[in-house]
């Protein structure tokens, strides 16, 4: 019997849930969003908002607010480790001719555009709230889900929106888990040199790469992709010191920037890592989106902007009224394809990274080929 989606639990307020939530919301759909973070910030990196991740923040009302808050730019220049112009290469605009190629941006300004326009939508939110089990008794019946506080509600669909560490994964039995791609990356946010106008990328160094995006008139982030070590295999050593050390041998702007590190610069060192789901994001009414059912290392940029364009697809789908069986087969069809190209091409982008004298490696030739795909509609 058909059963149209009338009330939807999304778990998780980051760019997946939000952008959902608001899709959702203009279609007519009731939401709970629920965060387990009490105050719903994000630690504060920086990050490289594509145009097709404006194009989706911009169907849900948001782009203009984010794009205030940023740097948009419009290409990217290819640099030697000592800082020498290889290539300065115009940035295709993956959004359309009327919003930038690409901008920089902190999370926490994304975040904070997310989550006023989420709390002004309509829908309910609930901070400090996890969700520790779900059951989809099948049929018309909905899920049954038991919150972290010990309640218990049911909704006609569940939406995993929790991250690459997802507990909703775990939940309903699916046994993908994310693996490091065999790099780690340091990053750290600091003011912008004035000479400092788009993305730069330096390869042929001492490390596998590094690069900076500027992320407002006055701020910038920057990372080195390096070998992935444990921090503890560094000793008790500061990551400022760390990350200047391990930026040594990187010309240009790289003197500046390490001239303006220091013990209250914010650094985050992490191990890349790529998640890919074989089969259906979904088990009954229970269906992931975002990170927590594909991510990808940031070879592309493009994590976010997945995560964005499932959250608009799924708030249309719904919002055509369909039976929620059939929603959910649609929203397979159209972004199980387009998010496995990313994670695919991002990890393969990774390993000729790891290894550049690959025979047939072909990095701007793969880069240009997904760009073409992205630019499309999806
Ligand atoms: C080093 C690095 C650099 C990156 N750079 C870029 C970039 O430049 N551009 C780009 O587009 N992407 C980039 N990405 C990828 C991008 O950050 C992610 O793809 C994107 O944030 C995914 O959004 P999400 O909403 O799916 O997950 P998240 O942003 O992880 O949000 C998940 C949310 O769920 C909440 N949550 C978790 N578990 C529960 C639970 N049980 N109950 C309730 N709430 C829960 C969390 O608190 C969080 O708020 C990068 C990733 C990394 C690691």
């Not at 779900?134 to 018309?140: C, E, F, I, Q, Y």
Request: proline share 5%; glycine share 12%.
């Amino acid at each position: 019997m058909a059963h149209p989606t009338r009330r939807v639990l999304v778990v998780g307020g980051g760019t997946a849930g939000s952008v959902a939530t608001l899709s959702m919301r203009q279609h007519g759909v009731d939401v709970v969003l629920a965060e387990r973070q009490t105050n719903w910030s994000t630690v504060g990196h920086g990050i490289t908002l594509q145009g097709n991740a404006l194009r989706a923040l911009q169907q849900v009302g948001v782009a203009d607010e984010v794009l205030a808050a940023g740097y948009p730019w419009d290409r990217v220049r290819f640099r030697s480790a000592d800082g020498g112009l290889i290539n300065e290469m115009p940035m295709p605009p993956l959004g359309g001719p009327d919003l930038p190629a690409g901008m920089g941006s902190m999370r926490f300004h994304l975040q904070r555009v997310l989550s006023e326009a989420v709390d002004a939508s309509g829908a309910e939110v609930r901070l400090g709230k996890g969700v520790d089990d779900v059951l989809d008794d099948g049929a018309d019946e909905g899920v049954s889900v038991t919150f972290s506080d010990g309640s218990t509600e049911r909704f006609d669909l569940v939406v995993g929106a929790d991250g690459i560490r997802s507990t909703i994964r775990g939940l309903i039995g699916i046994q993908e888990q994310p693996e490091s791609v065999g790099m780690a990356i340091f990053r750290m946010e600091g003011p912008r040199p004035a000479a400092m106008t788009c993305s730069e990328l330096f390869y042929g160094g001492p490390r596998y790469k590094a690069g900076f995006t500027p992320t407002s008139q006055d701020r910038m982030y920057a990372y080195i992709i390096d070998e992935d070590r444990r921090i503890e295999d560094y000793g008790d050593r500061p990551l400022h010191e760390l990350m200047m050390e391990r930026s040594q041998g990187y010309g240009g702007l790289w003197d500046e920037i390490r001239a303006s590190m220091g013990a209250e610069t914010l650094i985050d060192y992490r191990t890349l890592e790529a998640l890919q789901i074989r089969g259906a994001w979904h088990r009954g009414r229970v269906l992931l989106i975002g990170d927590a059912a594909h991510a990808c290392p940031p070879m592309l940029a493009q994590g976010a902007a997945m995560a964005a364009e499932d959250g608009v697809v799924l708030g249309e789908l719904l919002g055509a009224g369909n039976d929620t069986e059939k929603v959910l087969a649609q929203f397979m069809d159209r972004r199980q394809r387009r998010a496995q190209m990313v994670v695919e091409n991002s990890v393969q982008l990774a390993k000729w990274e790891l290894a550049p004298e690959t025979p047939g490696a072909d990095a701007p030739g793969l880069m240009g080929r997904s760009m073409a795909v992205l630019a499309g509609p999806y």
